[in-house]
DNA sequence: TTCCAGGGAAAGC
DNA sequence: GCTTTCCATGGA
């Protein structure tokens, strides 16, 4: 392993909170790590990199390669932040006219970006965070990744640092459920459903139905995903959104449903999520949030309601 | 102890 | 088809 960092400039006219996007509940890899100011740590593949604010606008990177993706690393960032999403665009014109309190609220907000991910990984992930609480998704991701992930040293100044890759999906498609489960906060379950759909990725089948789904509808992409155990609607919703760049996928989770009904009123959103009421919530917040970037706009709202209303402060 | 956490799926009507 | 119940686990 190289232990040269390549450093490179990332500028941008669009707000960028790094802090918030980073740990707004949609990338479980990210770490904070103090060298001789606050980066924030991930591997990419196989490249360790380091983010730093250096002023609104301006991130500077540190880079275990030149390019990830074939890109280099500044452009990569570019479209990993969704950059070209111009934010004051992301919610109708209209929005602050009908909701002044929620904008007020939420415009501080602009600045956490959708991420976009690499699908397998935000697949895991996300069938990760059934019906459990966000520290012990990150707890689970991480040990995963410790457990099934390549793994990489860099010299640092204090010493040797480990970093672990997130598991491909052949690692995880021959792995033992029991042991699995120890990852996945001992449920078995999880642990199986994870499994057979590393499988099914790595046959080809489930890789090959989603290529080009950027194109695919909606409804297709939402079949592919919930055909395999342990995906529903929801956490379909939330792959295609992180995991595909389709920002015009609102998905509706317990902290979604809440601000539905405290700040929009939508009498539905108190009843339970069943499909159905699912889908209507979904139209109702069409309505309200636009439909090409509903899912951009409806992780603002995420954000700014667990932040501000339900006072969370740890990520 | 009870309730909640970025739900899903089986069972029941 | 739609709704209710059950499942699963850790933390506050």
Not at 37 to 47: C, D, Q
Not at 126 to 137: N, Y
Not at 149 to 156: D, F, N, P, S
Not at 281 to 306: D, P, S, T
Request: net charge positive; proline share 3%.
């Amino acid at each position: 392993m190289s232990n040269k960092l390549f450093k490179s400039i990332l500028k941008t006219d669009n707000r960028l909170d790094l802090k918030q996007t980073l740990f707004s509940g949609q990338s479980f890899t990210w770490k904070k790590i103090d060298l001789l100011s606050a980066y924030y740590v991930t591997k990419i593949n196989k490249t360790i990199i380091f983010l730093r604010e250096i002023e609104p606008g301006i991130i500077e990177a540190l880079s275990s390669s030149k390019k990830i993706n074939g890109l280099p690393i500044n452009q990569f960032l570019f479209n990993y932040f969704s950059l070209e999403i111009d934010d004051i665009k992301v919610f109708p014109q209209r929005f602050k006219n009908d909701f002044p309190e929620v904008w007020r609220r939420v415009e501080p907000y602009h600045g956490v970006r959708i991420m976009r991910q690499d699908p397998f990984e935000i697949m895991v992930t996300f069938m990760c965070a059934q019906g459990i609480g966000m520290h012990l998704i990150r707890r689970q991701v991480s040990m995963i990744a410790e457990g099934y992930g390549q793994k990489v040293g860099l010299e640092m100044p204090e010493g040797e640092m480990i970093f672990h890759c997130f598991p491909i999906p052949s690692a995880l498609a021959s792995a033992d459920p029991d042991e699995l489960a120890l990852c996945t906060n001992n449920n078995r379950i999880r642990a199986a459903n994870i499994i057979a759909m590393a499988r099914s990725f790595e046959s080809g089948k489930l890789a090959l139905a989603l290529v080009g789904s950027g194109e695919c509808d909606l409804e297709t992409l939402r079949e592919t995903l919930c055909a395999h155990s342990g995906i529903g609607l929801k956490i379909a919703d939330c792959i295609a959104l992180f995991g595909f760049g389709r920002f015009d996928t609102f998905p509706i989770d317990t902290h979604v449903k809440q601000y539905l009904w405290e700040w929009f009123g939508i009498e539905a959103a108190r009843k339970s999520l069943t499909e159905k009421n699912y889908r209507y919530l979904q139209k109702e917040a069409r309505k309200i949030l636009g439909n090409e970037y509903a899912g951009y706009a409806g992780h603002m709202l995420f954000h700014c309601w667990r932040k501000e209303i339900k006072k969370m402060k740890a990520f």
